[in-house]
């Protein structure tokens, strides 16, 4: 069965999609990344799709959908290197992908995991680690 992989960056899970997501796909990471997330104690993903050319409604909805799975995990999700063409699908499609943040690369993208979790220990009055 074919696997989007997935890599521990310290505290961060990374996924880069360089295949055309199918929902079967979609539905395989979202039960993989979300045992990772657990056995690795990750408190940030990362999901790279600068190699998606296409994100339909489906794929859009499981990309929210395995952000609010991994903030009940007590992980932030950024996604990544989201195409102009995408950004335009998913508006006109009405998916605002609630609880995803967007970055343009990334660097930028594990720059906002890191200001994120700093800012969630700080108000938690935890110091981050």
């Known amino acids: ?50 190699s998606l050319e296409i994100v339909d409604s489906f794929i859009g909805r499981m990309i929210g959908n395995i952000a609010s799975m991994a903030r009940v995990l007590d992980a932030e999700t950024v996604v990544v290197g989201m195409r102009p063409a995408v950004a335009i699908t998913l508006v006109e499609l009405g998916l605002s992908l609630p609880g995803v943040r967007t970055a343009l690369n990334v660097d930028r993208g594990v720059e906002l995991l890191k200001g994120c979790i700093e800012e969630r220990a700080q108000g938690n009055g935890h110091v981050a680690g």
């Open 1 to 50: 069965m074919e696997r989007i992989p997935i890599l521990k960056m310290g505290r961060f899970l990374l996924v880069t999609v360089q295949v055309d997501m199918h929902d079967r796909l979609a539905m395989t990471l979202q039960d993989d990344l979300t045992g990772r997330i657990v056995k690795d104690r990750a408190h940030g993903v990362l999901i790279d799709i600068s």
